[in-house]
C-alpha cells in the first residue's frame, strides 16, 4: 500500500522507561459496553518492556472485580485529522478476549458517541473461530480475525469489514501492523500493507473533525462473551510503536 502521507509528526517508540505520561492518559473503572474488567493505571496493567508497550489483563480471583486491564489514551493530548496513523502489535487470544487500536472524535464531551465518530482501525474478539450462529451481533470472529468499523450518528451500529490470517495463523503468533489512512474523502483501514476496508466519508460529519487515539484490552461483554476455562491468564496486548504521518 503506497502512503500518500511521508511527513512523520507524532509518535511514541516506547523506548524509555516509564509510559509517557505527557501523551498517555488512562481511562479507570468500569468504562462501556458491559465488560468485565476494572481499568486501572498500575504499572501491573500498562508498562514498558523491551521497547514496547504492554497492556496486560489479570484475573484477580476477586468476584467483585474479577478482571484487571488497562486503556491508554490521547484525548487532551494530542489529536490529530487526516493522515496515516499505524501501530506494530502483536495480539492476545482466547475467548473473551477484545484488544483494539481506535480513535473518537475530540469533541465526545460535547457530541455524544455516535455522533462524534469512531474509527476502529483494528478489533479482534478472541477465541475459537465464531459466526452469526454462535456471536450475538452476527460477526465472524476469532482469533485470526480482526475487524475495521466506523461509527457515526446514523449508523450506531458501525460500517465493518473483517480480514482472517489464513493456514493457522493467529495474531498472537507475530507482530501484525495496522494501519489507518484518513482523507477528506476516505478512510482506509489495513493490515501489513492490505487494506480491506475502504469507506466513502465526504458526507459524514463527524470524520472531518479531530480524533484522539485509544489502546485497550477489554474482557467480556456482549460482542466477545465472557472469558472460560479455556482462556490463559495473564493476556498481554503488546505494541511496538505508534506513529502519525501526514
Known sequence: ???????????????????????????????????????TDAPENAFLRDGCLVIRALRTGDPDCPYTS??????????????????????????????????LGANIEDVPWPACGEIDIMEMVGGPERNEATCP??????????????????????????IELTGGKRFCDD???????????????????????????????????????LLNLALGGAWPGDPDESTVFPQEYVIDYIRYYQ
Not at 15 to 37: P, S, T, Y
Not at 76 to 96: C, D, M, N, V
Not at 137 to 162: K, M, N, S
Request: aromatic share 14%; proline share 3%; hydrophobic share 40%.
Open 1 to 39: 500500500m503506497k502512503m500518500p502521507f511521508t511527513r512523520l509528526v507524532w509518535q511514541d517508540e516506547f523506548d524509555g522507561a516509564d509510559i509517557n505520561r505527557a501523551l498517555w492518559r488512562f481511562e479507570e473503572g468500569h468504562v462501556r459496553n458491559n465488560e468485565l474488567q476494572i481499568y
Open 175 to 213: 507482530f501484525h501492523i495496522f494501519t489507518l489512512d484518513w482523507t477528506e474523502s476516505c478512510i482506509k483501514i489495513g493490515v501489513d500493507g492490505l487494506v480491506y476496508a475502504s469507506y466513502d466519508i465526504r458526507d459524514l460529519e463527524a470524520f472531518h473533525k479531530p480524533h484522539y487515539v
Open 70 to 103: 488497562a486503556s491508554l489514551h490521547t484525548l487532551g493530548t494530542q489529536s490529530f485529522l487526516y493522515g496515516h496513523l499505524e501501530i506494530r502489535a502483536k495480539l492476545p487470544h482466547g475467548k473473551g478476549i477484545w484488544p483494539a487500536f481506535w480513535t
Open 137 to 162: 451481533f452476527g460477526d465472524h470472529v476469532g482469533d485470526h480475525i480482526v475487524q475495521g468499523t466506523i461509527h457515526y450518528a446514523d449508523e450506531q451500529r458501525g460500517l465493518q469489514r473483517a
